[in-house]
């Protein structure tokens, strides 16, 4: 038998409601009602995967715990950008040097008119993309804007670690 589900009441907000068979009850026309909205407030998805003591870094750690974290994860941030930043900067500039000593040597000719030319066009067509920023885009500086409110003291921390990563 097939339950009727009541309205929910002013109080609550509107529920979503999922129709499962009642294992209890061996017949097929038995189904029991479960509140999905209250289910997944329940069974928030880092309780599976990293156990029930799990939530917000705030919550878990004191003070001086998250900044040491934060502090070490910004250094190792920074100091990895420093280096392969200073990787890619060599490569970049080793491949435009080769191909100037390469054009001035008369191995290549480079028509400068028609790279300006396309420069420009790709300047135009990047300011016309740029102002119609993705949602997507949007959505990510939300939700990062978000993340670093609530763990304000882990933020400050990879903060430092990350400027101090670079200086190192």
Known sequence: MLSLLEP??????????????????????????????????????????FGQNSGPIAEKYSVAT?????????????YLFQRVGKIAATAIGGGFLLLQIANHSGYVQVDWKK?????????????????????????????????????????SGFVGGFLLGLAS
């Open 115 to 155: 790279v300006e030319k396309d420069v420009n066009k790709a300047k135009k067509h990047l300011k016309k993309k740029a102002n119609k920023a993705a949602p997507e885009i949007n959505t990510f500086i939300e939700e990062s804007t978000e993340f670093v409110k609530k763990n304000i003291v882990l933020s």
């Open 66 to 78: 998250q900044i040491m974290m934060g502090g070490v994860t910004g250094w190792c941030a920074g």
């Open 8 to 49: 929910p009441s002013k109080k609550q907000n509107s529920y979503v409601y999922f129709f499962t068979p009642n294992k209890e009850e061996s017949d097929d026309d038995s189904y029991e009602v479960v509140d999905l909205t209250d289910y997944a407030r329940r069974h928030q998805w880092w309780s599976r995967v």
